[in-house]
């Protein structure tokens, strides 16, 4: 797949031994504020990816609005759980199988119906 992420226009940077560190959370926290200060500062605007990426989920409330951001969903996993919040800030997400999109979408309305029964009966 690298390859496909190699050109003239095309800057890639390996974080991950400062990202991935549970034990060092501290140097994700700095990172985000590096990486998100290097996109939004670009003159032609980027678009950004993300493939199910912690970091990523995290990076995307500090991107600037006018920011694509998409991310690719290969299956309902921990992940499917940890983006809800950040579902906001994507403008587009592929699933690479109708599997992955009718799992993601029965998680999705379980979620809301727990959340509408919890508010109900102020379980909140």
Not at 49 to 54: E, L
Request: a positive charge.
């Amino acid at each position: 797949m690298l390859p496909f992420f190699k050109g003239s226009n095309i800057t890639l940077r390996e974080i991950s031994t400062y990202t991935d560190n549970k034990f060092k959370y501290w140097q994700n926290f700095v990172c985000r504020g590096i990486v998100a200060h290097y996109v939004n500062s670009q003159r032609k605007v980027p678009k950004v990816f993300n493939g199910q990426c912690n970091f990523g989920y995290k990076l995307s409330p500090h991107l600037n609005k006018n920011i694509k951001q998409v991310e690719l969903i290969h299956l309902l996993c921990s992940f499917s759980y940890i983006r809800i919040p950040f579902l906001p800030f994507y403008d587009t997400t592929v699933m690479i199988s109708q599997d992955a999109i009718d799992a993601h979408i029965r998680l999705y309305k379980n979620i809301v119906f727990l959340l509408l029964i919890s508010i109900r009966y102020n379980l909140l």
